[in-house]
């Protein structure tokens, strides 16, 4: 039996901002699952918002905090990987390269299919996972694309909750015996543009060079002329 309570609804704000209330309430605990068919207010990060019309995947897993706060960072790179490794079980038509971009988007095909938001009370994390599955916003920064459109088969929604459950529940496992490491070298095999030239737009400014490496503790490590930058949070352009 799984290990994961799923409480579906057909529509929320946010699948996050109610997972955050519940804890306020003290109406829900580790290992639960909020799933939402469409968000009203969807979030995405830095202050976005995350278009969220029926069809596709949102939902927010809840997990009790098991390290510091900022280990608990690492948690987006575990969730990166769960969302790889369950999409690489579907059948596609067509040619599908799937590669992570740092700190924890989903690329299809060069074009954003899928997105990771951490959020906290400090207690608790909220994992909050957006997929698309048969649409995507056409006017995003990044652009963005969705699966069907790319070739996969028709995808079930809670097929998809499924398996990224499952990859993440072992990975998250190997977490807590082993530490970042592992997941760390699962993320950055497929990293996104590794030693190439990246742009990275930081809150005061916007930083160029070679993306050379995800540390220990999952910063970007950017060569820019000739010096070694560490990044904690940014956005690749
Ligand atoms: C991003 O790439 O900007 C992160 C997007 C995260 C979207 C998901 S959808 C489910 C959960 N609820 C939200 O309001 N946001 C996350």
């Known amino acids: 039996m799984s290990k994961f309570q799923i409480y579906h609804h057909p529509s929320l704000p946010s699948t996050n901002s109610f997972a955050l209330e519940q804890i306020k309430n003290h109406q829900i605990n580790h290992n639960h699952v909020i799933i939402a068919d469409a968000q009203t207010g969807g979030k995405g990060r830095m202050g976005r918002n995350w278009v969220s019309p029926m069809g596709n995947l949102y939902f927010s897993l809840v997990l009790k905090s098991p390290k510091t706060i900022a280990q608990n960072?690492?948690?987006?790179?575990?969730a990166s990987?769960?969302?790889?490794?369950?999409?690489r079980e579907f059948d596609v038509s067509g040619s599908s390269e799937i590669k992570l971009k740092w700190p924890n988007d989903i690329l299809l095909n060069g074009k954003k299919v899928s997105g990771i938001l951490l959020e906290s009370d400090g207690e608790f994390i909220v994992v909050g996972v957006g997929i698309n599955i048969n649409s995507n916003p056409d006017n995003t920064s990044y652009p963005a694309t969705n699966l069907e459109n790319e070739g996969f088969a028709r995808i079930d929604k809670m097929e998809l909750l499924n398996k990224f459950l499952n990859h993440f529940e072992n990975l998250y496992q190997e977490w807590l015996s082993f530490g970042f490491l592992p997941i760390r070298n699962l993320w950055i095999k497929d990293a996104f543009n590794l030693n190439k030239q990246i742009n990275v737009n930081l809150p005061n400014q916007s930083l160029t060079g070679i993306f050379k490496?995800?540390?220990?503790?999952?910063?970007?490590?950017?060569?820019?002329?000739?010096?070694e930058i560490l990044i904690s949070s940014g956005e690749i352009l």
């Open 73 to 78: 960072g690492e948690i987006s790179f575990i």
């Open 213 to 227: 490496d995800l540390d220990k503790n999952g910063n970007l490590v950017l060569n820019a002329d000739g010096q």
């Open 81 to 87: 990987v769960a969302v790889k490794d369950s999409l």
